[in-house]
DNA sequence: GCTCCCCTCTCTGTATACAAGAGATGGACA
DNA sequence: TGTCCATCTCTTGTATACAGAGAGGGGAGC
């Protein structure tokens, strides 16, 4: 398995073993191999990097700081196990920073950003229409990440981001609900179409609505599911 | 200099070495005795609290997630020299957090959590009257973090808590503005009685606006000291 | 005299060894 | 048989040793 860190795709000249460790960990628990409340044992990863203890300490760290991974002193590391009411909180302000990148968007945004939006907009809808869902959710990312560049405020992006993280490992649930990719295009449409006109305020109304939305489905899909902590 | 540690105010009983040394060094940082673009020299860090380089570089990226250091691969870390620009951008973000905090706060906060605020307020008031500055600085942030706890959501408060650290360095210049204290009360004032009203509207506009008048007097401290970028 | 290259030296990144705390396990006693 | 305590082991925290990358200085060439 010594592999992963050569499979690595982003091999920055600069970059140190912890950080591709990072990368590595950070994308197993997006993509559910390695799901939260797992544990993460330093000797098991180093084997299976085949690197020291030492690098995989530092990246352990940096995923705590991320908010990914959870850790007491002396007491190891685990895949940070959401609490069902933190994550409601975690959308509740997503939806608000969102809105904000929005407004600052709508306000900002210059005009060629504007019609590269536009433009990753024609494509979401022509992977809807395709049901290609995977394409999709990979544009509706791009679509949400050209919003909070958008906004011109670097720190409020950065927040923006590490709640997107944190939040990542359980957005997979959500697109399958049913008819959600339509609901989802015809609600990025309002907040193209706010941004276009340069409109902070709807902008800002439409995107905290299609977050807010998000929150509806999280919840709904875990009553379904039942208990407070998802695992 | 060794003593340091011990000096530490949180001798918590799970605490690593790794955790003294960050809170020293954010003291030192949020106390001016390690100034923006000041190099961390490992070793040195490490003779002067007389531990290995170890707890040393955990404390550094602890530093580094939170914004107050910067670090290049091999090239060492330094005390983060915050661009102007950015710093605006992070007292704009700040308004907006603090603004939530207090809408939530006003929704959220039981009968109990009002009275302390209040109760918090009347000190600042006498602090206030009697001029001990320091004193009302410090009610100050407690009031600050009153409300952002009163908001009920951890996510924010911990978003609210990282801006207010990247921030606190440059915070010590502002209280010395004239007449600024005076003003600052006043519009707590508002806050508090939005708050206590109940009335989330009231309560995010004031405070959303008692932040953002500490931008103006933050570009107008720049301006007087001149240059883009503060060290 | 100036510039460019190479060497050296310092500091960071990594490995490994050691220490110490937390949890597990087994035995003894009630 | 159940519970409590001691010990033991496993994992994390820390120290130290080693390796390698950059920066800076000195010498050679132009």
Redesign the interface.
Known sequence: MSDRIAASKTADK???RA?EVRLAIEEDIFLGRLRPGTRLDEESLAQRFNISR?PI??AI??LV??GLVEK???QGAVVAPLKLH?MV??F??MS?IEG?CARYAARRMSEEEKQALKRLHDTSKAHMEARELDAYYAVNRAFHEAVQAGSH????QE?ARG?FARLAPYRRYQLNHPSRVKDSFTEHDDVVEAILAGDPEAAYTAMRRHVTIQIDIFTEFVSIMGGNEIQ
Chains 1, 2 share one sequence.
């Open positions: 600069g970059a140190t950080d030492t300490r530092e760290l940096q700081h991320a007491q002193p002396r933190r909180q975690m509740e302000v608000e904000l405020n670097e720190p409020l927040i709640l």
